[in-house]
C-alpha cells in the first residue's frame, strides 16, 4: 500500500509547480489523521491526481480559471508568510485559506478549488496504487455497498496511464 505519492504519474493539466501546489491543498482541506496508514487525508489517497485528471474535462477557459485561482493562492500565501503555500504550516495554510473563502472577491473561486478537493476524497476515489481505507469505509458509509464490485473510474486519466504505461495527452 502507498501513501507516500511515489506512485504519482506526471500531471497531465497542471504543470508540476501547480501539481505540487496541489498536492498541498488537498492535503489542507482533507488532512490526515495521526496515522495516515488508517486515517487517510486526501492526498494519500490520491486527490491531487484527480483533481489534475478532472481539469482535462474542462475547457480551456475554466482551466485557466482554476490556474488563476492558484497562482491566487501562492500570492496570499507569500503576502501574508512570505513563503509559498506548499511551505507553510497547516496553521498557516488554514489561515490562508480561510481568508480567501471570506473574501467576497474570491469565495466563489475558493469553494469551487476547495469542492474538487472535496470531490476527489469523499467520492470514494483512491488511486489505483494505493490499497488503504477510502473516505466511504472511514466514514462508516451505510448506503448500498459495492465493495465487491471494481469501481470505474476510466474517465480519469489517471488509470488510462496506468493501464498503458505512459501518460495521455
Not at 473574501?103 to 469551487?112: G, H, I, L, V
Not at 494505493?130 to 469505509?137: H, L, N, V
Request: glycine share 12%.
Amino acid at each position: 500500500m502507498r501513501t507516500d505519492g511515489e506512485g504519482d504519474s506526471p500531471p497531465f493539466v497542471l504543470t508540476p509547480s501547480e501539481y505540487s501546489l496541489v498536492a498541498a491543498l488537498v492535503e489542507a482541506v482533507v488532512p490526515p489523521g495521526g496515522d495516515p496508514l488508517s486515517e487517510p487525508g486526501g492526498k494519500e489517497v490520491g486527490a491531487h491526481n484527480y483533481f489534475d485528471s478532472r481539469l482535462c474535462e474542462l475547457p480551456g477557459e475554466e482551466r485557466e480559471k482554476v490556474r488563476r485561482s492558484l497562482r491566487a493562492l501562492n500570492d496570499r500565501a507569500t503576502e501574508n508568510f512570505g513563503r509559498k503555500f506548499e511551505h507553510l504550516t497547516i496553521t498557516e495554510r488554514e489561515a490562508v485559506l480561510r481568508s480567501l473563502l471570506a473574501s467576497p472577491e474570491t469565495r466563489t473561486d475558493f469553494f469551487e478549488l476547495r469542492a474538487l478537493c472535496l470531490e476527489g476524497f469523499y467520492s470514494d476515489y483512491r488511486d489505483p496504487w494505493y490499497g488503504g481505507k477510502t473516505a466511504w469505509q472511514l466514514t462508516g458509509f451505510g448506503g448500498k455497498r459495492i465493495d465487491g464490485v471494481k469501481k470505474d473510474w476510466s474517465f480519469l486519466r489517471i488509470y488510462a496511464a496506468r493501464k498503458s504505461g505512459g501518460t495521455t495527452g
